[in-house]
């Protein structure tokens, strides 16, 4: 049976199997997996109590639907290369409607940081701009604030354990029963913001962009001086909620 399951045939049954329950919202059978991959059902049991068991799988009222294990291994993947591409036509639509720099940035759970992957430079002579592949503390940038909220609840209450609150500017919060509040109030508006907390005279506001599993796939930010920022608050609000809803939109999530 070991051999069976291990076999190219049941390599290529596992891949026609996931590609079988993609296809539908609803979920497929048993009875209908083995009509639609020809194959025994008692052979897709093989494959498919593991899957359940590890969470690729869902499995309730006997249907089997695509689990939260296998949308996590998607995001994986789209984030290593493609997932920048995709989501350029997305911050250049920003841009144009904002006129100011944005960029996408994902958490560095290692360094705990939040890594700029993409980029694209407001066309004003006067502008924020930092170079593709800079990094921020999480503690303190919008994009960090907004990917650490909506981190699992143990490795977030981890980091705020250890981390030291470094003070980047007179505005950087340093107190972690502060930066908890306002962890609670970006999960519950979808919007961060950083006022000079991190870099003088330069702010930011990051919504997510949700993976299907409603998972953090990325934070979609906007950064621009100080001044103009307060003065196109709330428009830049509306635009990066806006379109952060739309990226999420192509990750098959509901918006």
């Not at 720099?101 to 993409?118: C, H, M, P, Q, S």
């Amino acid at each position: 049976m070991t051999h069976e399951v291990n076999s190219p045939r049941s390599l290529m049954r596992l891949l026609g199997l996931f590609d079988a329950i993609a296809k539908t919202e609803s979920g497929l059978t048993l009875a209908r997996l083995s009509a639609v991959l020809d194959s025994p059902k008692s052979s897709l049991l093989l494959l498919l109590r593991p899957l359940v068991a590890r969470g690729y799988l869902i499995h309730e009222a006997g249907v089997y639907r695509l689990g939260a294990a296998i949308f996590r291994l998607a995001s994986d993947i789209l984030s290593t290369r493609n997932f920048p591409k995709l989501v350029r036509p997305f911050m250049e639509e920003l841009v144009v409607r904002s006129q100011e720099t944005v960029f996408l940035a994902v958490i560095d759970r290692a360094g705990a940081k939040a890594a700029y992957v993409e980029g694209i430079d407001s066309p004003q002579p006067v502008r924020y701009t930092t170079p593709v592949g800079s990094a921020r503390p999480l503690y303190c940038s919008a994009a960090g604030k907004l990917l650490l909220a909506f981190q699992d609840e143990e490795w977030r209450e981890e980091y705020l354990r250890v981390v030291k609150l470094k003070a980047m500017t007179p505005r950087t919060i340093k107190s972690r029963t502060v930066l908890r509040k306002e962890l609670e109030k970006i999960r519950k508006t979808g919007i961060a913001v950083s006022i000079g907390e991190a870099i003088p005279g330069a702010a930011g506001m990051a919504a997510p962009i949700f993976n299907a599993d409603r998972s953090v796939a990325a934070a979609l930010l906007i950064g621009a001086p100080v001044d103009r920022f307060q003065r196109e608050h709330e428009m830049l609000r509306r635009l990066v909620k806006e379109v952060a809803a739309k990226a999420s939109g192509m990750l098959g999530s509901a918006r």
